[in-house]
């Protein structure tokens, strides 16, 4: 069981920046597939990022393209989401989740995912 928990949201400024944090139970395998997900209040859960098990593959939502990278150390056991050029449009709550299966070394996709943390809740505004 991989227990995940999520740290660093908060309340930001438009044009502000915020680094989210998630931190696995223990030392997150190179075969893991993680993600950052978001879910605004009356809107449906989007993927917004993810990165396989080694960092072959990253993937980001079209609308945070260019604002948001994400990185792992494996070593450490913790997956971030550093988010600049915030705006009101990112306020949600951001999940971090996380697969392992035959492909999630080098391929991860914003769908379903097994292990999820319990959120952290991230507001831009002025």
């Known amino acids: 069981q991989l227990r995940l928990v999520e740290s660093g949201g908060g309340l930001v400024q438009p044009g502000g920046s915020l680094r989210l944090s998630c931190q696995a139970s223990?030392?997150?395998?190179?075969?893991?597939?993680a993600a950052w997900f978001r879910q605004a209040p009356g809107k449906e859960r989007e993927g917004v990022s993810c990165?396989?098990?080694?960092?072959?593959?990253?993937n980001y939502l079209d609308a945070v393209k260019g604002r948001f990278t994400i990185l792992r150390d494996n070593e450490k056991g913790t997956v971030y989401l550093q988010m600049d050029d915030l705006n009101p449009e990112d306020t949600a709550v951001y999940y971090c989740?996380?697969?392992?299966?035959?492909?999630?070394?080098?391929?991860?996709?914003?769908?379903?995912?097994?292990?999820w943390g319990q959120g952290t809740q991230v507001t831009v505004s002025s």
């Open positions: 989740a996380a697969e392992i299966a035959s492909y999630t070394r080098n391929y991860c996709h914003l769908r379903d995912y097994t292990y």
């Open positions: 223990g030392k997150i395998l190179d075969h893991f597939a």
């Open positions: 990165i396989s098990g080694t960092g072959l593959t990253i």
